[in-house]
Protein backbone atom coordinates (compact mmCIF):
# COMPACT_ATOMS: atom_id res chain seq x y z
CA UNK A 1 0.00 0.00 0.00
CA UNK A 2 2.83 2.42 0.82
CA UNK A 3 4.41 2.00 -2.52
CA UNK A 4 1.19 2.29 -4.03
CA UNK A 5 0.88 5.65 -2.87
CA UNK A 6 4.30 6.59 -3.53
CA UNK A 7 4.19 5.42 -7.10
CA UNK A 8 0.95 7.30 -7.64
CA UNK A 9 2.02 10.59 -6.30
CA UNK A 10 5.02 10.32 -8.59
CA UNK A 11 2.71 9.98 -11.64
CA UNK A 12 0.37 12.28 -10.95
CA UNK A 13 3.14 15.14 -11.03
CA UNK A 14 4.57 13.70 -14.13
CA UNK A 15 1.32 13.53 -16.32
CA UNK A 16 -2.06 15.38 -16.27
CA UNK A 17 -3.26 12.05 -18.03
CA UNK A 18 -5.53 9.07 -16.52
CA UNK A 19 -3.58 7.00 -13.47
CA UNK A 20 -4.03 3.22 -13.74
CA UNK A 21 -3.98 1.52 -10.10
CA UNK A 22 -3.07 -1.45 -10.40
CA UNK A 23 -2.35 -4.48 -8.26
CA UNK A 24 -2.96 -8.50 -7.82
CA UNK A 25 -3.50 -7.12 -4.44
CA UNK A 26 -6.98 -5.82 -3.12
CA UNK A 27 -5.80 -3.95 -0.21
CA UNK A 28 -3.13 -2.31 -2.53
CA UNK A 29 -5.47 -1.52 -4.92
CA UNK A 30 -8.00 -0.07 -2.47
CA UNK A 31 -4.89 1.94 -0.66
CA UNK A 32 -4.43 3.62 -4.32
CA UNK A 33 -7.85 4.58 -4.20
CA UNK A 34 -7.57 6.02 -1.23
CA UNK A 35 -5.13 8.14 -2.30
CA UNK A 36 -6.87 9.41 -5.35
CA UNK A 37 -9.64 10.51 -2.56
CA UNK A 38 -7.61 12.57 -0.18
CA UNK A 39 -5.51 13.85 -3.09
CA UNK A 40 -8.38 14.71 -5.29
CA UNK A 41 -7.37 12.76 -7.84
CA UNK A 42 -10.05 10.30 -8.46
CA UNK A 43 -11.51 11.31 -11.40
CA UNK A 44 -8.34 10.70 -13.12
CA UNK A 45 -8.13 7.11 -11.64
CA UNK A 46 -8.62 3.87 -13.74
CA UNK A 47 -9.10 0.80 -11.35
CA UNK A 48 -7.30 -2.41 -12.64
CA UNK A 49 -9.03 -4.83 -12.37
CA UNK A 50 -12.15 -5.86 -11.76
CA UNK A 51 -12.44 -9.69 -11.92
CA UNK A 52 -13.25 -13.20 -11.04
CA UNK A 53 -12.13 -12.70 -7.46
CA UNK A 54 -14.54 -9.91 -6.68
CA UNK A 55 -15.87 -9.07 -3.22
CA UNK A 56 -18.52 -7.05 -1.52
CA UNK A 57 -16.13 -5.37 0.36
CA UNK A 58 -14.29 -4.14 -3.17
CA UNK A 59 -17.66 -3.41 -5.03
CA UNK A 60 -19.13 -1.16 -1.72
CA UNK A 61 -15.55 0.49 -1.36
CA UNK A 62 -15.64 1.16 -5.04
CA UNK A 63 -19.26 2.89 -4.89
CA UNK A 64 -17.55 4.85 -1.89
CA UNK A 65 -14.85 6.15 -3.74
CA UNK A 66 -16.39 7.79 -6.61
CA UNK A 67 -14.25 6.00 -8.93
CA UNK A 68 -15.82 5.90 -12.26
CA UNK A 69 -13.57 3.80 -14.76
CA UNK A 70 -12.71 0.53 -14.40
CA UNK A 71 -10.83 -2.28 -16.50
CA UNK A 72 -13.19 -5.11 -15.81
CA UNK A 73 -10.64 -8.70 -16.82
CA UNK A 74 -12.45 -11.49 -18.53
CA UNK A 75 -10.57 -14.31 -17.17
CA UNK A 76 -12.46 -17.63 -16.73
CA UNK A 77 -10.18 -20.45 -15.29
CA UNK A 78 -13.19 -23.23 -15.61
CA UNK A 79 -14.06 -21.78 -19.58
CA UNK A 80 -11.23 -20.02 -21.38
CA UNK A 81 -12.67 -19.97 -24.67
CA UNK A 82 -14.53 -17.57 -26.16
CA UNK A 83 -18.11 -18.27 -24.51
CA UNK A 84 -16.40 -18.87 -21.41
CA UNK A 85 -14.99 -15.36 -21.65
CA UNK A 86 -18.36 -13.57 -22.40
CA UNK A 87 -19.99 -15.23 -20.31
CA UNK A 88 -18.56 -14.24 -17.28
CA UNK A 89 -18.67 -10.89 -18.14
CA UNK A 90 -22.61 -11.39 -18.78
CA UNK A 91 -23.81 -13.69 -16.56
CA UNK A 92 -20.57 -14.86 -14.32
CA UNK A 93 -20.63 -18.52 -15.79
CA UNK A 94 -21.14 -20.16 -12.44
CA UNK A 95 -17.71 -18.24 -11.44
CA UNK A 96 -19.38 -14.95 -10.01
CA UNK A 97 -22.31 -14.30 -8.31
CA UNK A 98 -23.34 -12.21 -11.59
CA UNK A 99 -22.03 -10.97 -14.38
CA UNK A 100 -18.95 -8.93 -13.98
CA UNK A 101 -20.18 -6.09 -16.08
CA UNK A 102 -23.81 -6.02 -13.60
CA UNK A 103 -21.02 -5.98 -11.10
CA UNK A 104 -19.16 -3.03 -12.12
CA UNK A 105 -22.76 -1.10 -12.80
CA UNK A 106 -23.83 -2.09 -9.00
CA UNK A 107 -20.19 -0.69 -7.97
CA UNK A 108 -21.12 2.28 -8.98
CA UNK A 109 -18.93 2.62 -12.61
CA UNK A 110 -20.16 4.56 -15.65
CA UNK A 111 -16.54 3.25 -18.36
CA UNK A 112 -16.00 -0.14 -18.61
CA UNK A 113 -12.99 -0.97 -20.77
CA UNK A 114 -13.20 -4.65 -21.10
CA UNK A 115 -9.92 -7.04 -21.26
CA UNK A 116 -10.19 -10.35 -22.84
CA UNK A 117 -7.40 -11.69 -20.32
CA UNK A 118 -4.50 -12.56 -22.27
CA UNK A 119 -3.01 -15.78 -21.91
CA UNK A 120 0.33 -17.51 -23.72
CA UNK A 121 0.53 -18.17 -27.48
CA UNK A 122 -0.73 -21.99 -27.74
CA UNK A 123 -3.05 -21.33 -24.42
CA UNK A 124 -5.70 -19.17 -25.59
CA UNK A 125 -3.78 -15.67 -27.17
CA UNK A 126 -6.01 -15.83 -30.25
CA UNK A 127 -8.97 -16.10 -28.02
CA UNK A 128 -8.16 -13.51 -26.48
CA UNK A 129 -8.18 -11.35 -29.71
CA UNK A 130 -11.27 -12.60 -30.89
CA UNK A 131 -13.26 -12.27 -27.36
CA UNK A 132 -12.27 -8.52 -27.42
CA UNK A 133 -14.00 -8.03 -31.37
CA UNK A 134 -16.89 -10.20 -29.81
CA UNK A 135 -17.55 -7.86 -26.44
CA UNK A 136 -17.34 -5.00 -28.65
CA UNK A 137 -19.86 -5.77 -30.90
CA UNK A 138 -22.32 -7.09 -27.97
CA UNK A 139 -21.72 -4.15 -25.60
CA UNK A 140 -20.18 -1.42 -27.20
CA UNK A 141 -17.17 -0.95 -24.52
CA UNK A 142 -14.20 0.01 -25.20
CA UNK A 143 -11.60 -2.89 -25.35
CA UNK A 144 -7.90 -3.46 -25.02
CA UNK A 145 -5.30 -6.12 -23.60
CA UNK A 146 -2.17 -5.97 -22.10
CA UNK A 147 -1.60 -9.04 -25.39
CA UNK A 148 2.61 -7.97 -25.48
CA UNK A 149 2.55 -11.04 -22.69
CA UNK A 150 1.64 -13.44 -24.93
CA UNK A 151 4.90 -14.28 -26.31
CA UNK A 152 6.93 -14.44 -23.46
CA UNK A 153 6.39 -17.92 -22.47
CA UNK A 154 7.67 -18.79 -26.13
CA UNK A 155 11.42 -20.88 -25.69
CA UNK A 156 12.68 -19.56 -28.97
CA UNK A 157 12.28 -15.96 -28.21
CA UNK A 158 13.99 -16.20 -25.07
CA UNK A 159 16.99 -16.33 -26.94
CA UNK A 160 16.36 -13.86 -29.18
CA UNK A 161 18.49 -10.33 -29.24
CA UNK A 162 16.51 -7.16 -27.93
CA UNK A 163 15.95 -6.19 -31.50
CA UNK A 164 14.30 -9.06 -32.20
CA UNK A 165 11.96 -9.26 -29.08
CA UNK A 166 11.06 -5.54 -29.70
CA UNK A 167 9.43 -6.46 -33.37
CA UNK A 168 7.73 -9.18 -31.80
CA UNK A 169 6.43 -6.29 -29.33
CA UNK A 170 5.42 -4.07 -31.65
CA UNK A 171 3.69 -6.84 -33.70
CA UNK A 172 1.46 -8.08 -30.80
CA UNK A 173 0.49 -4.60 -30.17
CA UNK A 174 -0.57 -3.74 -33.48
CA UNK A 175 -2.57 -6.78 -33.95
CA UNK A 176 -4.45 -6.10 -31.29
CA UNK A 177 -5.01 -2.19 -32.86
CA UNK A 178 -5.86 -3.90 -35.88
CA UNK A 179 -8.72 -6.39 -34.18
CA UNK A 180 -10.75 -3.24 -32.95
CA UNK A 181 -8.78 -2.30 -29.57
CA UNK A 182 -9.17 1.37 -27.99
CA UNK A 183 -6.69 1.39 -25.29
CA UNK A 184 -3.19 -0.86 -24.94
CA UNK A 185 -1.43 -2.28 -21.81
CA UNK A 186 1.71 -1.77 -23.73
CA UNK A 187 4.29 -2.52 -21.11
CA UNK A 188 7.37 -1.06 -20.14
CA UNK A 189 7.50 2.70 -20.42
CA UNK A 190 10.54 1.97 -22.31
CA UNK A 191 8.50 0.35 -25.16
CA UNK A 192 7.10 3.69 -25.63
CA UNK A 193 9.27 5.25 -28.38
CA UNK A 194 9.17 2.01 -30.65
CA UNK A 195 5.40 0.93 -30.09
CA UNK A 196 3.90 4.39 -29.69
CA UNK A 197 4.95 5.42 -33.65
CA UNK A 198 3.64 1.41 -34.81
CA UNK A 199 0.37 1.64 -33.10
CA UNK A 200 -0.43 5.59 -34.82
CA UNK A 201 0.46 4.10 -38.19
CA UNK A 202 -1.55 0.79 -37.57
CA UNK A 203 -4.56 3.39 -36.31
CA UNK A 204 -4.31 5.29 -38.98
CA UNK A 205 -4.60 2.31 -41.41
CA UNK A 206 -7.55 1.21 -40.13
CA UNK A 207 -9.35 4.87 -39.98
CA UNK A 208 -8.34 5.16 -43.17
CA UNK A 209 -10.58 2.15 -43.93
CA UNK A 210 -13.28 2.59 -41.97
CA UNK A 211 -13.51 6.18 -43.57
CA UNK A 212 -14.46 4.40 -46.59
CA UNK A 213 -17.02 2.67 -45.01
CA UNK A 214 -18.71 6.14 -43.80
CA UNK A 215 -17.39 5.80 -40.57
CA UNK A 216 -16.83 9.73 -39.29
CA UNK A 217 -13.41 9.90 -38.40
CA UNK A 218 -13.10 13.22 -37.88
CA UNK A 219 -12.14 13.17 -34.01
CA UNK A 220 -9.05 10.66 -34.65
CA UNK A 221 -6.20 12.87 -33.65
CA UNK A 222 -3.74 10.22 -35.17
CA UNK A 223 -5.13 10.23 -38.55
CA UNK A 224 -5.52 13.67 -38.77
CA UNK A 225 -1.75 14.80 -37.34
CA UNK A 226 -0.49 11.72 -39.73
CA UNK A 227 -2.23 12.16 -42.60
CA UNK A 228 -4.06 15.69 -42.09
Not at 67 to 88: E, H, Q, T
Not at 137 to 162: M, Y
Not at 179 to 205: K, Q, R, W
Request: net charge negative; proline share 5%; aromatic share 6%.
Amino acid sequence: PEAMETYLSFAADATTGPLLVDSPSLDVRLAGVRWALEAGAIDRIIYNSLNLTITDEEIEALRASGVSCVIVLAFNPKDSGLNGRLKLLEDGADVTDAGLLDLASAAGITKVLVDPAVTPIGNGAGVAVRTALAAKAKWGHPVGSGIHNAPASLPWLSDKDRKVKDCVDVATNVLQVAMCADYLLYGPIEHAPYVFPAVAVVDTIVADAAQELGTDISKNRTFTELVG
